[in-house]
């Protein structure tokens, strides 16, 4: 038995999914024939309260193209400074958009209506042009945190005030609407623009659903295109994602409770300085020195048990929907009783 906890994203369709996959009418997403991706995007677009939804094959790619449409060559986007739009997507704001990154050191990856009231640059020939605020949650590495959306909707009222576009990432957004109790249509209407990826704690191979409104998808449909990802019988993956926002979304509950109970445990062990607070399916942990993160991934990769380092000092757990009960129970025995 492997334990996978490297990512959320290491995630096997279930039988279930790929039965509807393969039951799945298909045709030319291009020309805008293929039924069941019509299906999934519209699904996504009431689901959210928003006029229209975009398929696109990655995460990244989604959120790639929302900052391409929202901005232009030289402008500046707001993020918090862990943002994946700023780490993990390959300097893509700047290839692909011409624009830079305003860096904030935010509260677990999360930013402040204040903060981003005194980041946007005064209207000076001097300065890059504001346009862009670009929000995550759930934060990564904030340890899976969920913003408090009070918070949302204050940032949401400085960008009014300021003529500045509102992109949420949210890869992981199911996981925040479940942990806090809400609704995808409050998300809907702060918006500009949501992605949301269904390749992680949904379980669908690949894919992410960029959702705005009319004239905002039209524009991002040409992007997409642009960006090469143009996709002709889509309807075989989009299935997995019908699939998923039918079946997979409560389900989210146990992860949460799985990280929860594997945080426990863990804050015991000898080789745990610390653990971000646990509020969905992430667990960040402090190695205590003298161990290092490697030395601990590498113990428990001996005993099946996959983890990513994540900096010099921490270790990032993440469960999701292929982890069963047993296998939570088992790495409950290993950390306990682990030898470094």
């Known amino acids: 038995m492997i334990v996978d906890l490297r990512s959320d994203t290491v995630t096997q369709p279930t039988s279930e999914m790929i039965d509807a ?32 939804a975009l398929y696109c094959p990655t995460g990244t790619m989604s959120n790639q193209i929302a900052i391409k449409v929202h901005t232009q060559p030289g402008d500046e986007v707001i993020c918090d400074q862990t943002a994946h739009v700023y780490q993990y997507e390959g300097g893509g704001m700047a290839f692909n958009s011409g624009v830079q ?10 930013i402040t209506a204040e903060q981003v009231a005194a980041a946007i640059n005064p209207d000076d020939v001097h300065k890059a042009h504001t346009s862009l605020v670009c929000l995550e949650n759930t934060s990564n590495r904030g340890g ?14 400085v960008c009014d005030n300021h003529d500045l576009s509102l992109h949420l990432d949210g890869a992981r957004l199911f996981n925040a609407i479940v942990a806090r109790n809400e609704s995808p249509k409050e998300y809907g209407a702060l918006f500009n623009s949501i992605s949301v990826c269904l390749n992680k704690g949904l379980g669908c191979p690949i894919g992410s659903i960029l959702i705005g409104n009319q004239a905002f998808i039209k524009k991002a449909r040409r ?37 929860k109970e594997i945080a426990a445990n863990l804050i015991k062990t000898t080789f745990t300085a610390g653990i971000l607070p646990v509020e969905t399916n992430i667990i960040i942990f402090e190695v205590q020195p003298p161990f290092q993160p490697a030395q601990v991934a590498a113990a428990l990769k001996e005993k099946n048990i996959l983890v990513i380092p994540i900096s010099p000092t921490q270790v990032r757990m993440v469960l999701h ?11 409950i025995e290993t950390i306990l009783n682990l030898n470094l």
């Open 144 to 157: 899976g945190s969920c913003y408090d959306i009070q918070e949302i909707q204050h940032i949401r009222t």
């Open 223 to 259: 992007v997409r295109k642009v960006f090469g990802g143009g996709m002709r019988q889509a309807g075989f993956m989009a299935a997995c994602g019908v699939y998923a926002l039918k079946n997979n979304i409560i389900r989210l509950q146990q992860d949460h409770e799985h990280a």
């Open 321 to 331: 929907l292929n982890i069963a009960p047993k296998m939570v129970e088992y790495v």
């Open 21 to 52: 996959l393969l039951r799945a009418p298909v045709g030319d997403d291009v020309f805008g024939e293929d039924p069941t991706v019509n299906t999934l995007e519209a699904m996504a677009a009431e689901l959210f309260g928003m006029e229209a």
């Open 101 to 110: 990154s305003r860096l904030l050191p935010g509260n677990r990856g999360r």
